[in-house]
């Protein structure tokens, strides 16, 4: 049954809440309405069906206990068990309110409560349907209720006016309250998945360069044993002319040793350590960041020099995680957009580190240039359009991501449409589509004069 919920209930598996909370929220709500019964009817003499009343509240009691007898303390609610839970609580303080005067009561503002809770965990189609619940009960709440009285005859009405303001206020309350919470909520959710989506990448990244150290240091201390066991097997090879089967085996052993030299060659850098992982110029940077977009049909034109005629040496920055995994997702997404080229510039000063990416695309959609690094950010895409590029879903993720991770390196970003003619970040006339500039203070990424240098010297052999 839990499947078949999850079925015809969209979106219930994202908003799970604890059922402990609920009960919480609940007992806080009896134990209120018992208060405003016994105060009304003890302080200031109303009269009330108090049977009705209290059957109502015990109906409430009933579920609380129920929950509670059922279901384990960590149970937690699905989408739909949530959307019932918060059902229920509306239908009975409607309920209760239908008996003590409908909106001439001043409880009836708890009618916004149901539809607050509702956006702020559920769907924007829960929520959707509780408001119209709330505002249609809200209505016939206004019209239909049994009347107050004193024990004196006197009659607890408010005039049709206020009446009315009471209904528009309750009304503007659930529409404006429930869009707003829900709104905040869902930003709120969206920010925390992209986050963590960006933690993951960051530490993926991070994983691939701390294994490349650990590949490069095994390359270096592996060289020396596999230089020793291929000169000995060359030796025995000699000496074993008059035994063709042992001669095989020491053969077939060199061949294995020069297996290994190749492989670790491979995979990483032979006789350098982790020093060398740590910095490289900044040319060396934006092509490995580039790698894996190169051949893939868009041809990528690399550019690199000092701002004017100066004869500032090109820096050596520090290979952070951050940066080349945001520079590789901005020039993916060059790439993916591209008709048929990308241009990636670096230039430097001695105070600051550029690097330009643009390509002949369409561009950005002009709408959406101000929100360009939002996650999840969502629009209407032509059919042309997800022809080419049917397997995009247009999130803004990797933006974000790329966005979040250049800034945490103390980079800024500007982002600009090449064919916007008031546009200052190009004036070539060919690179008419997107274009991003990436702008550090040169002291925050290079790894030689910049706040963190990177220390050099000799090699250190690693000590096991």
Same mark, same amino acid.
Request: glycine residues 8%; contains cysteine.
């Given at each position: 049954?839990?499947?078949?919920?999850?079925?015809?209930?969209?979106?219930?598996?994202?908003?799970?809440?604890?059922?402990?909370?609920?009960?919480?929220?609940?007992?806080?709500?009896?134990?209120?309405?018992?208060?405003?019964?016994?105060?009304?009817?003890?302080?200031?003499?109303?009269?009330?069906?108090?049977?009705?009343?209290?059957?109502?509240?015990?109906?409430?009691?009933?579920?609380?206990?129920?929950?509670?007898?059922?279901?384990?303390?960590?149970?937690?609610?699905?989408?739909?068990?949530?959307?019932?839970?918060?059902?229920?609580?509306?239908?009975?303080?409607?309920?209760?309110?239908?008996?003590?005067?409908?909106?001439?009561?001043?409880?009836?503002?708890?009618?916004?409560?149901?539809?607050?809770?509702?956006?702020?965990?559920?769907?924007?189609?829960?929520?959707?349907?509780?408001?119209?619940?709330?505002?249609?009960?809200?209505?016939?709440?206004?019209?239909?209720?049994?009347?107050?009285?004193?024990?004196?005859?006197?009659?607890?009405?408010?005039?049709?006016?206020?009446?009315?303001?009471?209904?528009?206020?309750?009304?503007?309350?659930?529409?404006?309250?429930?869009?707003?919470?829900?709104?905040?909520?869902?930003?709120?959710?969206?920010?925390?998945?992209?986050?963590?989506?960006?933690?993951?990448?960051?530490?993926?990244?991070?994983? @691939?360069? &701390?294994? $490349?150290?650990?590949?490069?240091?095994?390359? !270096?201390?592996?060289?020396? *044993? /596999?230089? +020793?066991?291929?000169?000995?097997?060359?030796?025995?090879?000699?000496?074993?002319?008059?035994?063709?089967?042992?001669?095989?085996?020491?053969?077939?052993?060199?061949?294995?040793?020069?297996?290994?030299?190749?492989? @670790?060659? &491979?995979? $990483?850098?032979?006789?350098?350590?982790?020093? !060398?992982?740590?910095?490289? *110029? /900044?040319? +060396?940077?934006?092509?490995?960041?580039?790698?894996?977009?190169?051949?893939?049909?868009?041809?990528?034109?690399?550019?690199?020099?000092?701002?004017?005629?100066?004869?500032?040496?090109?820096?050596?920055?520090?290979?952070?995680?951050?940066?080349?995994?945001?520079?590789?997702?901005?020039?993916?997404?060059?790439?993916?957009?591209?008709?048929?080229?990308?241009?990636?510039?670096?230039?430097?000063?001695?105070?600051?580190?550029?690097?330009?990416?643009?390509?002949?695309?369409?561009?950005?959609?002009?709408?959406?240039?101000?929100?360009?690094?939002?996650?999840?950010?969502?629009?209407?895409?032509?059919?042309?359009?997800?022809?080419?590029?049917?397997?995009?879903?247009?999130?803004?993720?990797?933006?974000?991501?790329?966005?979040?991770?250049?800034?945490?390196?103390?980079?800024?970003?500007?982002?600009?449409?090449?064919?916007?003619?008031?546009?200052?970040?190009?004036?070539?006339?060919?690179?008419?589509?997107?274009?991003?500039?990436?702008?550090?203070?040169?002291?925050?990424?290079?790894?030689?004069?910049?706040?963190?240098?990177?220390?050099?010297?000799?090699?250190?052999?690693?000590?096991?």
């Amino acid at each position: 049954m839990a499947d078949s919920n999850i079925t015809f209930w969209p979106g219930q598996e994202r908003s799970w809440i604890r059922l402990r909370t609920l009960i919480l929220l609940r007992w806080v709500a009896i134990f209120g309405q018992i208060t405003a019964i016994t105060v009304a009817q003890q302080t200031y003499d109303v009269q009330l069906d108090v049977t009705l009343c209290y059957l109502a509240i015990g109906i409430s009691v009933m579920g609380n206990l129920t929950a509670i007898l059922v279901f384990p303390r960590n149970k937690r609610l699905s989408e739909f068990e949530n959307f019932l839970m918060v059902l229920f609580d509306l239908l009975q303080l409607t309920i209760l309110l239908y008996l003590t005067g409908g909106l001439n009561n001043p409880f009836a503002l708890l009618l916004v409560g149901p539809v607050t809770i509702s956006a702020n965990v559920m769907s924007t189609r829960s929520t959707l349907i509780i408001g119209t619940v709330a505002i249609i009960l809200t209505t016939l709440l206004a019209e239909f209720h049994l009347p107050l009285h004193t024990d004196g005859g006197v009659d607890l009405e408010i005039p049709d006016i206020l009446l009315f303001g009471n209904w528009a206020a309750i009304v503007i309350a659930i529409v404006f309250l429930g869009a707003y919470s829900h709104r905040v909520s869902s930003e709120v959710q969206s920010m925390s998945q992209a986050l963590s989506a960006t933690h993951m990448a960051l530490a993926r990244e991070q994983k @691939l360069t &701390d294994l $490349g150290g650990v590949v490069a240091a095994a390359a !270096h201390e592996l060289g020396t *044993p /596999l230089a +020793t066991i291929k000169l000995t097997s060359a030796e025995l090879i000699e000496e074993l002319d008059d035994r063709p089967d042992l001669k095989e085996d020491a053969a077939l052993i060199r061949e294995q040793a020069n297996r290994c030299r190749d492989i @670790l060659r &491979d995979m $990483g850098r032979a006789g350098k350590d982790d020093l !060398h992982l740590r910095q490289a *110029p /900044l040319s +060396t940077v934006i092509h490995e960041a580039a790698e894996p977009h190169i051949n893939r049909g868009k041809q990528v034109h690399f550019a690199e020099g000092p701002v004017g005629d100066g004869d500032v040496q090109q820096p050596s920055i520090l290979r952070k995680p951050e940066i080349i995994h945001g520079m590789r997702n901005l020039i993916q997404n060059a790439v993916d957009f591209a008709r048929s080229n990308v241009w990636v510039e670096a230039e430097w000063t001695a105070e600051r580190i550029t690097i330009n990416i643009m390509d002949d695309g369409r561009g950005y959609p002009s709408q959406m240039i101000g929100r360009i690094g939002d996650p999840f950010m969502r629009r209407r895409r032509a059919e042309s359009e997800k022809r080419a590029r049917p397997e995009y879903e247009g999130m803004g993720l990797g933006l974000f991501i790329a966005k979040t991770l250049l800034e945490r390196s103390g980079a800024h970003l500007d982002f600009a449409n090449g064919s916007d003619p008031y546009q200052t970040l190009s004036d070539n006339p060919e690179r008419i589509g997107a274009i991003v500039r990436v702008s550090w203070p040169r002291k925050l990424v290079d790894a030689q004069t910049g706040d963190t240098p990177v220390p050099s010297g000799v090699n250190q052999h690693i000590q096991v």
